[in-house]
């Protein structure tokens, strides 16, 4: 009898797998990232591509500062673009819009209940704890060579760093406010910039910049000349400029913009964020005789242009086939960003239109006339997939008449009444929290009495339902809240 041969052996087999493409990523994270990061991000794309340069404050119009160099008429054949971009960019975008997330995509399992979108939003938001920064700086402080007033010191240093690890306020405003000595104060600083990430503790990005090329031993090279002395040129891509004033070629101003480019720009954002931390709404609605008007809040997004230089550069056929296609690849990436930009915000704002056509009584009577609402109505509303919701609503605020929320909490599945009106359930969170406040102290409500309060105006609560979202707000058991 033959005996099966068994071993390792190499088997060829073809497979069809949908990959994002580079661009589709940078699309999707310029989608994802909120107000303040997105600066940042804006910003890093400038330091990687030539051809970007931000609009200086007083530009009246995006067509106004990429208006056609001389020689052109603007269109995408004298940049060498021949139109493709315009077909990439449509491409791009739907197969953005028919990207399926198995989290998300519910058509396998057809219509899904208000417990199941709970189910499911716990999923969304059960992540794992990482190391914040703050317990990464502290971890290195126990292991410095300090006295305790110094510990005390950085301790109060790495509690007022902002979410880039940033020092903002000046050292001596930081002794009066701890009550510490200056000179302790001055001493943890020092030793703060020692740890790691390097460039914390800096002031600001050019402190920190700098800080890094001096640790790489690199203070004296032409990267550090031009971080020290020509920043504010150095922001706005404004590289002939800087040529000129550091007596150098545009070849060596762009390889030290390279060599600045590869440095951390915001080294306190490779850790988890600080639950405590500041805000900037994206989208900010206000009433107008009595009507909610809808505001992009664009005062953190940087203004991008394609650099005349370069596209003259181009246009003038001085340059070699390898530096064309340089170009043109680094112009068809630069179209594509603020393209990116521009998309990022149409698509949120159109989900806030959407959202307050939906959440119109929340806005004028407040918690309790809160709607169910799922990102599978707003994308059917808006024309795009429910991912493409919720990527364009992470981490992300809209600031109110009623104060400043998450987007995420318009979101919330619900129960129907009796007379057929939907009712949030954090609408019913807050009738619970209600009714437990002006319930007597002497006999206060059992979770069955306050179901069948409910019941009374037509909303059908179990009872463990009930048990459970007064656990959520905090609640306790009617035993535990008896007083004599």
């Not at 949908?18 to 990232?33: C, E, G, T």
């Not at 899904?112 to 992540?127: N, P």
Request: hydrophobic share 35%; aromatic share 6%.
């Amino acid at each position: 009898m033959a005996q099966a041969w068994q071993g390792l052996q190499q088997v060829q087999k073809q497979t069809q797998q949908q990959i994002l493409a580079p661009q589709l990523r940078q699309s999707l994270k310029i989608l994802q990232v909120p107000a303040l990061d997105l600066q940042t991000t804006i910003r890093e794309e400038i330091q990687n591509n030539p051809l970007l340069e931000e609009m200086p404050i007083q530009s009246e119009s995006l067509e106004e500062s990429v208006a056609p160099v001389e020689g052109t008429d603007g269109t995408a054949d004298d940049y060498g673009d021949n139109g493709e971009f315009d077909g990439d960019l449509a491409l791009l975008r739907e197969l953005a819009e028919d990207a399926r997330d198995p989290y998300y995509n519910q058509s396998a399992r057809g219509p899904h209940t208000a417990e199941d979108e709970e189910r499911r939003q716990f999923l969304f938001d059960s992540l794992v704890s990482e190391t914040s920064l703050q317990e990464h700086l502290m971890e290195q402080a126990k292991l410095a060579d300090c006295t305790e007033r110094q510990i005390e010191a950085i301790q109060y240093l790495v509690g007022s760093l902002d979410d880039r690890g940033f020092l903002t306020s000046s050292l001596q405003d930081l002794a009066a406010y701890s009550g510490l000595p200056l000179e302790d104060v001055q001493k943890a600083a020092a030793l703060l910039k020692t740890f790691d990430p390097s460039g914390i503790g800096c002031r600001d990005l050019r402190e920190c910049l700098l800080h890094q090329l001096e640790l790489q031993g690199r203070g004296d090279s032409l990267a550090a000349t031009i971080v020290r002395d020509h920043y504010d040129l150095l922001m706005r891509r404004r590289i002939p400029e800087i040529a000129r004033k550091v007596s150098g070629g545009v070849d060596a101003v762009q390889e030290a913009i390279q060599e600045i480019a590869s440095l951390d720009p915001a080294p306190g954002r490779r850790f988890a964020e600080d639950t405590n931390r500041t805000v900037a709404p994206d989208v900010i609605v206000r009433e107008d005789d009595g009507e909610f008007v809808v505001e992009m809040n664009n005062d953190y997004i940087p203004q991008v242009r394609i650099s005349g230089t370069y596209k003259a550069l181009l246009a003038n056929g001085t340059l070699g086939p390898k530096e064309k296609e340089y170009i043109r690849e680094k112009l068809r990436n630069g179209k594509f960003l603020i393209s990116s930009i521009e998309q990022r915000q149409q698509t949120i704002e159109r989900i806030a239109r959407e959202i307050v056509k939906v959440q119109q009584d929340f806005f004028r009577d407040g918690v309790s006339r809160l709607k169910p609402l799922t990102m599978t109505e707003i994308a059917k509303a808006v024309g795009v997939h429910e991912t493409t919701v919720s990527r364009a609503i992470a981490n992300k605020y809209v600031q109110t008449p009623r104060g400043t929320f998450e987007f995420k909490y318009f979101f919330t599945p619900g129960f129907k009444s009796e007379d057929g009106n939907a009712v949030s359930n954090k609408s019913i969170k807050d009738m619970i929290a209600h009714l437990v406040e002006n319930e007597s102290p002497r006999k206060p409500l059992s979770d069955q009495e306050i179901s069948n309060i409910l019941k009374e105006k037509n909303i059908n609560v179990a009872r463990r339902t009930v048990a459970k979202y007064r656990e959520s707000i905090g609640v306790l058991p009617a035993k535990l809240r008896r007083r004599f």
